[in-house]
């Protein structure tokens, strides 16, 4: 009998912390990031789980397939989403678009 399967959220977290440069780490904003991200893996396992069962009955629901594969979707773009939020090399800052450059010195500066 082999080991238990790893949880499909932490196999997930553990490549995303793999980004990371061995002295840095992740800012709280980032670790609840990859909380969220971690609980939308497992979810999104286990609702693949639940479409492969619903896949075998007979007669096939397709209905129920149809909300699983949405809820499916769903949990992988939230993933990807979220995902792109992470800036593992902190020391190259984030761009910032001109317009919204223009719009904060407005703001600031009348």
């Given at each position: 009998m082999g080991r238990p399967r790893k949880p499909e959220g932490m196999r997930v977290v553990e490549q995303l912390n793999k980004l990371l440069d061995a002295p840095a780490?992740?800012?709280?904003?980032?670790?609840?990031?990859?909380?969220?991200?971690?609980?939308a893996s497992d979810r999104g396992a286990l609702l693949a789980d639940l479409l492969t069962v619903e896949a075998a009955k007979e007669p096939v629901s397709t209905r129920r397939i149809t909300e699983l594969a949405a809820?499916?979707?769903?949990?992988?773009?939230?993933?990807?989403?979220?995902?792109?939020?992470?800036?593992?090399?902190?020391?190259?800052?984030?761009?910032?678009?001109?317009?919204?450059?223009?719009?904060?010195?407005?703001?600031w500066h009348g």
């Amino acid at each position: 009998m082999g080991r238990p399967r790893k949880p499909e959220g932490m196999r997930v977290v553990e490549q995303l912390n793999k980004l990371l440069d061995a002295p840095a780490e992740w800012d709280e904003r980032e670790q609840l990031v990859l909380e969220s991200i971690r609980r939308a893996s497992d979810r999104g396992a286990l609702l693949a789980d639940l479409l492969t069962v619903e896949a075998a009955k007979e007669p096939v629901s397709t209905r129920r397939i149809t909300e699983l594969a949405a809820e499916i979707r769903q949990c992988e773009a939230n993933v990807l989403r979220w995902s792109d939020t992470l800036n593992p090399d902190a020391t190259v800052p984030e761009p910032k678009s001109l317009p919204h450059q223009n719009a904060a010195n407005r703001r600031w500066h009348g």
